[in-house]
T-cell receptor, first 120, second 111 residues
Framework: DTGVSQNPRHKITKRGQNVTFRCDPI?????LYWYRQTLGQGPEFLTY????????KSRLLSDRFSAERPKGSFSTLEIQRTEQGDSAMYLC??????????????????FGPGTRLTVL | SQELEQSPQSLIVQEGKNLTINCTSS?????LYWYKQKYGEGLIFLMM?????EEKSHEKITAKLDEKKQQSSLHITASQPSHAGIYLC???????????FGQGTRLTINP
C-alpha cells in the first residue's frame, strides 16, 4: 500500500503528558498537511510543509504544538503538556501540487487514516 | 475567511433511492473537493471541480459546480449500503494551499 500512513492510530494519554504523532506521505508528494477534526465537524487546518519548509501555521497551532519534516519525507506533530481540549482526530494529508511533471493545477490532498488522541 | 455550509447535515434514504447533498460557499470557489469518510477513519478523495459548470462522475456519484462557482452538489444514483458514510466538501481559495471544509453530511442507507 503506497498511501499516506499515520502512527499510532490511537493514543490515550493523561493530561500534562507529551505526545508525538508520525505521518509518512505518499513518496512522490512534496506537500504535507496536518489537520485536526473533532466529532461532528469537518477537518481544520493546522499547518503545512513544502518539502522540509513549514510554510503556513494556523492560529489553532498554539505554542504547545510543534511540527517538523526534517528531510522532506515523513513528518512529526508533537503536543506538549496535553489538555483535554486536545482530544481529537489528527489527520495528515499529502499532495503532489507543485511537483514538476504532475498534471493539472488542482490541490487534491490524500489523507491518512488519522491518529485519534484521547486526553484523560 | 471562506466558510462552507453543507445541507442536509444528515440524510437517511432507502436503498436504491437517489439523493443530493449541497455545499454552499461564502466566497467564490476556485477548487472544490468532495471526500467521503467512514466513521473514525481518514478521508477518501472522490472528485475535484475547478471550472464553473463543470460536472464529473465516478460510478454512481456525480458532482457539479455551478456557473457562479459558489455552490456544488453531489448526487448519488440508486444508492447502495456501500455509499453510507460522511460526505465532506472542501475548498481552497485563490492562492491558498490549505483546504477549508464543511461540517459534513452523514448519509445512512436503509436496506
Amino acid at each position: 500500500d503506497t498511501g499516506v500512513s499515520q502512527n499510532p492510530r490511537h493514543k490515550i494519554t493523561k493530561r500534562g503528558q507529551n505526545v508525538t504523532f508520525r505521518c509518512d506521505p505518499i513518496s512522490e508528494h512534496n506537500r504535507l498537511y496536518w489537520y485536526r477534526q473533532t466529532l461532528g465537524q469537518g477537518p481544520e487546518f493546522l499547518t503545512y510543509f513544502q518539502n522540509e519548509a513549514q510554510l503556513e501555521k494556523s492560529r489553532l497551532l498554539s505554542d504547545r504544538f510543534s511540527a517538523e519534516r526534517p528531510k522532506g519525507s515523513f513528518s512529526t506533530l508533537e503536543i506538549q503538556r496535553t489538555e483535554q481540549g486536545d482530544s481529537a482526530m489528527y489527520l495528515c494529508a499529502s499532495s503532489p501540487r507543485g511537483v514538476l511533471g504532475t498534471s493539472g493545477r488542482g490541490n487534491e490532498q490524500f489523507f491518512g487514516p488519522g491518529t485519534r488522541l484521547t486526553v484523560l | 475567511s471562506q466558510e462552507l455550509e453543507q445541507s442536509p447535515q444528515s440524510l437517511i434514504v432507502q436503498e436504491g433511492k437517489n439523493l443530493t447533498i449541497n455545499c454552499t460557499s461564502s466566497k467564490t470557489l476556485y477548487g472544490l473537493y468532495w471526500y467521503k469518510q467512514k466513521y473514525g477513519e481518514g478521508l477518501i478523495f472522490l472528485m475535484m471541480l475547478q471550472k464553473g459548470g463543470e460536472e464529473k462522475s465516478h460510478e454512481k456519484i456525480t458532482a457539479k459546480l455551478d456557473e457562479k462557482k459558489q455552490q456544488s452538489s453531489l448526487h448519488i444514483t440508486a444508492s447502495q449500503p456501500s455509499h453510507a458514510g460522511i460526505y465532506l466538501c472542501g475548498a481552497d481559495g485563490q492562492g491558498a494551499q490549505k483546504l477549508v471544509f464543511g461540517q459534513g453530511t452523514r448519509l445512512t442507507i436503509n436496506p
